[in-house]
Every structure is written in C-alpha cells, then in structure tokens.
C-alpha cells in the first residue's frame, strides 16, 4: 500500500518568509509525528498527533511553529517568520497507533528546507 | 546521562564480517523498543522491533537487556548493502513518544 506522503519535497524560502509543510500519512494510521533532522544530526521530535486527542506539542521550538492535522488525516506543518536555522529536513511519521503496541513509526520521504 | 546513546562510529568492516552494536537507555520504564536504518540524505527505515525475549530477521538478530538497559543489534555475514546509519529507538513510557538516537555509521568494504 501506500506509504507516508510529504510534499514539497525541497522547499527554499527567504528569511522572515512563512512556509507550509503537508504530510499524508498511512490510511488507517491514528498516530502522526512531525520531527526535524539538521545535517548530520539525530532526529528532533516537534510534534505528535493521536486520533481526535490535544497534540503533544513539547517538542516544538518556538511560537514560530505550529501544525494542524484535519480530520484525522492530512497534517500541515507551518513555519512562521522563517530563519536560517531553521534550515533542515522535515519529517513526518505515522504509526497504526500511539500506545505502547503497534506505535512501529513509518517515515515519509522529508521536506528539505533551505532559508536563504 | 542522555535519554538514548550510541556510539557514532564509524564502523568499518569488510564483507562477510559479523558487527556489533550497543545502545543505551536512561528510561527504566520503557516498554517498546526498536532499531532502523538510514541510508545518506533518506528517511529512516524500520529495521525491526526488539522483544525482551530476543529476535532475530535474517542476519539480524536484536536483543534487549532490561536490567543493563541496553539493546544491540547484530549482522552477520555483512554485505555492501547493510553500510548505513544505525538508529537506536526507545518508547518515551507514558508519552506515546519515542526517542531517537543519533545513530552508529556501518561501513562495510568489499
């Protein structure tokens, strides 16, 4: 089947600009993660969504950043005010559920964005 | 202490060799454990979940000790493919988070 979704793939924006991520996950997956990865760094959790409950939002640096997930499907990560180091690859995982069994985490292909 | 830990490497071995890592965990409480891979400038990838018990996919074989809390991951038989990077993940217990390690590069050389 198929897998997570993210688009745009790249994405290069001017400082101070705002940006949109979008990530699709697995139909039927009630759990959805949003991390960043600057180079050659580990995995940074931002966010987490479970089913129709309030986010997890500990992750998320600052007030600039913020996400939605609509209808329990599509998320949109948004970058507000963008500044350089922000620079890194988004990532958006899913899992079948939240909770200690089934939480496997699946990964779609990443944004990379670039502020200039 | 760090939440999860891995010696960065690199490892390099040459084919057909059988390599070793170690992972650490400071959270005595959690529950779910895993391993994935990631390939230069490419998303993670599950390699497998890690049960108390031992288990093993393959050429690879994962293994869990509560009481030390660490986890290894073993390859045998080492082939070109396997050069990668290798994430250490454990359950964030209660927060249906997990934590990621930064990872331990795998080099294998023909």
Request: proline residues 4%; contains cysteine; aromatic residues 10%.
């Amino acid at each position: 089947g198929a897998g997570v979704s993210q688009s745009p793939s790249n994405k290069v924006t001017e400082k101070g600009k705002d940006v949109e991520l979008r990530c699709d996950p697995i139909s039927g997956h009630t759990a959805l993660y949003w991390y960043r990865q600057s180079l050659g760094q580990g995995l940074e959790f931002l966010i987490y969504f479970q089913g129709n409950s309030a986010p997890d939002k500990s992750g998320l640096p600052s007030d600039r950043f913020s996400a939605e997930r609509t209808g329990g499907s599509v998320s949109t990560l948004t970058i507000q005010r963008t500044q350089q180091e922000d620079s890194a690859v988004y990532l958006c995982a899913s899992s079948l559920r939240g909770a200690s069994s089934q939480n496997e985490q699946y990964f779609g292909p990443g944004t990379r964005l670039t502020v200039t | 202490r760090k939440e999860v830990e891995q010696d960065p490497g690199p490892f390099n071995v040459p084919e057909g060799a059988t390599v070793a890592f170690n992972c650490t965990y400071s959270n005595s409480a959690s529950q779910s454990f895993f391993w994935y891979r990631q390939d230069c400038r490419k998303e993670p990838k599950l390699l497998m979940s890690v049960y108390s018990s031992g288990n093993e996919d393959g050429r690879f074989t994962a293994q869990l000790n509560r009481a030390s809390q660490y986890i290894s991951l073993l390859i045998r038989d080492s082939k070109l493919s396997d050069s990668a990077t290798y994430l250490c993940v454990v359950e964030n217990s209660g927060y249906s988070t997990l934590t990621f390690g930064k990872g331990t590069m795998l080099l294998v050389s023909p």
